[in-house]
């Protein structure tokens, strides 16, 4: 038992002195490492920093120069046009890419050459989704997004392409090289929305739909107010008449003050709505030229000169190990 235990102890104190080397020989490897990156850096000092200064005065003169600007506008396809509307939109987004200048000058959009790109994208509204008024077609819209968030994740679901072309409200969104008018892109790309026959066609007899209903509303609302005076009118002669008039509960003077106010609150809404229906898509707001300053824009002064020197190593780092195997194969040979 002795003799094995002593053995144990040997074999801890080997162990113990091999990991007390590797230590050691791993900190003079560092100390050695960092010592030879400071004899580097102090032996390229002056070609180091002139890449640094370099740099840093090459990306500030681009930071001041490649500004680029982000504008955005916030519509709502009327009419059911939500897929004309993100087709139009591809559409001129192929048309940038292409550099198609004829085709956007066309449109009326001036200094095409300024735009970078144009994207759609859905502005999320789930609750206005399912709620609204309380309708129909809110309720089919509940049970449908219900049944499908059973067999699936419901974020990814009023977030994809079928579910958010649903949604009221839409954003545009386009890139520029420089600042951009309202007059130079907006205008003229919400007039090329605007064309279209048969949406054109659609609004008209939309249009009319309402204005119809509005005058219905405001006959009836005019034929129940002419039976509530003449209510009043036999209920006066009655008292004066001192006549003690009893009232059922069943009678239809309820039901009518009910529809009149339905029809009052109906009629308030059509007239709001009517004034969103002139335009395919409607404008509701826009932001013009926001300064981009996501990813390296407007950073470039801070990482050229970063670039500048990694550059310069891998190269001094690759002549290095060249000339290196360039001596041990001629050795070779």
């Known amino acids: 038992m002795n003799t094995d235990d002593n053995k144990n102890l040997d074999d801890q104190e080997i162990n113990l002195d091999i990991v007390s080397k590797k230590i050691s020989g791993f900190l003079q490897s560092m ?26 005065g090459t990306g500030l003169y681009l ?7 982000k504008s955005s506008i916030i ?20 048309k940038i890419k292409d550099n198609d200048t004829l085709f956007l000058k066309s449109i009326g959009i001036q200094n095409p050459s300024k735009l970078m790109n144009i994207e759609i994208s859905p502005i999320v509204d789930i609750y206005k989704f399912i709620s609204g008024t309380g309708n129909k077609e809110n309720d ?20 994809e392409k079928t579910t958010s072309k649903n949604y009221a409200f839409h954003k545009i969104t386009y890139n520029t090289k420089a600042l951009a008018s309202r007059k130079e892109i907006i205008e003229p790309l919400l007039n090329y929305l605007d064309k279209n026959m048969y949406y054109s066609n659609v609004k008209k007899i939309y249009v009319n739909n309402i204005l119809v209903k509005i005058e219905a509303n405001k006959s009836i609302i005019s034929q129940i107010d002419g039976l509530l005076n003449n209510f009043s009118s036999q209920n006066a002669t009655d008292q004066r008449n001192d006549r003690l008039v009893y009232y059922n509960e069943n009678t239809q003077l309820n039901d009518l003050i009910n529809t009149k106010n339905a029809l009052v609150a109906e009629t308030g809404q059509l007239q709001l709505e009517i004034q969103s229906l002139d335009r395919i898509i409607k404008e509701n707001s826009s932001t013009i030229n926001i300064r981009n300053t996501k990813s390296i824009n407007g950073k470039l002064k801070f990482v050229l000169p970063f670039l500048f020197v990694f550059g310069y190593l891998v190269f001094f780092f690759f002549l290095s190990f060249y000339k290196k195997q360039a001596v041990i194969y001629s050795k070779e040979k």
Do not use: W
């Not at 819209?141 to 499908?148: E, G, R, S, V």
């Open 31 to 56: 100390n050695r490492n960092i010592f030879l990156m400071i004899q580097f850096v102090l032996k390229h000092i002056i070609l180091l920093g002139f890449l640094i200064l370099v740099g840093f």
């Open 63 to 69: 930071d001041k120069t490649q500004k680029t600007y």
């Open 75 to 94: 519509v709502r396809p009327n009419f059911e046009s939500t897929d004309y509307l993100y087709s139009k939109i591809e559409l001129l987004n192929a």
């Open 140 to 159: 089919q819209n509940f049970q449908i997004l219900k049944l499908m968030a059973e067999d699936g994740d419901i974020t990814k679901i009023i977030s």
